[in-house]
């Protein structure tokens, strides 16, 4: 089983994704999929735009605010619980 990672630190989690912080917070479009499936949590304020597939396979639970703007599919096969506000778009 490969390890799964969790995060809390915006840098730690940039750098560990290779996406910037301004990628981070949806202020610049990741044109491509995102594969985060080893990734169990995101820090807070995560709300990328994403040209392709995000995939989040391990996340345990969705972070308030987080929202992303999805060209292609989002995979959240692991979520136990859905907070109010959720909303994200998906193509």
């Excluded at 999929?33 to 396979?57: A, M, Q």
């Amino acid at each position: 089983m490969p390890k799964v990672l969790n995060f809390t630190d915006v840098k730690t989690f940039c750098d560990y994704t290779k996406i910037t912080e301004d990628q981070f917070y949806g202020r610049e479009k990741i044109d491509y999929n995102l594969y985060l499936g080893d990734v169990e949590s995101i820090p807070n304020g995560f709300n990328p735009v994403i040209g392709g597939t995000l995939y989040l396979d391990s996340l345990k639970s969705i972070p308030n605010g987080f929202n992303p703007v999805i060209g292609g599919f989002l995979y959240l096969e692991s979520i136990k619980s859905i907070p109010n506000g959720f909303n994200p778009i998906v193509g």
